[in-house]
């Protein structure tokens, strides 16, 4: 069964940076797609971005191209989200998701069938 735990949330000003993590078990992932989506009050969940585990071809949503960063070290098992040049739209909970690979890789929340907890990006104006 896969287990996802995110860490790196927090409070931090506009123009801050924050990065996420997503400590990942439970399964051998070279055949999975991992992605980061959020959730803001009152909103749907929402893409970020997301990576193909064994060739590490991404996907941004373009609200976040060319300030966050989506990586992953096959060593530890684990995600990251880097969050550069933050705004106070970007608040939300951030969600850490897999699936087994899908081509072209999945921007739909519905299409993950595994999740984090979550963990709480707050920034401030």
């Known amino acids: 069964q896969v287990q996802l735990v995110e860490s790196g949330g927090g409070l931090v000003q506009a123009g801050g940076s924050l990065r996420l993590s997503c400590a990942a078990s439970?399964?051998?992932?070279?055949?999975?797609?991992m992605g980061w989506f959020r959730q803001a009050p009152g909103k749907e969940r929402e893409f970020v971005a997301a990576?193909?585990?064994?060739?590490?071809?991404?996907s941004y949503a373009d609200s976040v191209k060319g300030r966050f960063t989506i990586s992953r070290d096959t060593a530890k098992n684990t995600l990251y989200l880097q969050m550069n040049s933050l705004k106070p739209e970007d608040t939300a909970v951030y969600y850490c998701?897999?699936?087994?690979?899908?081509?072209?890789?999945?921007?739909?929340?519905?299409?993950?069938?595994?999740w984090g907890q979550g963990t709480q990006v707050t920034v401030s104006s």
């Open positions: 998701a897999a699936r087994v690979d899908l081509y072209p890789i999945s921007r739909s929340a519905s299409r993950y069938d595994n």
């Open positions: 439970g399964r051998t992932f070279s055949r999975y797609t």
């Open positions: 990576i193909r585990w064994s060739s590490s071809s991404t």
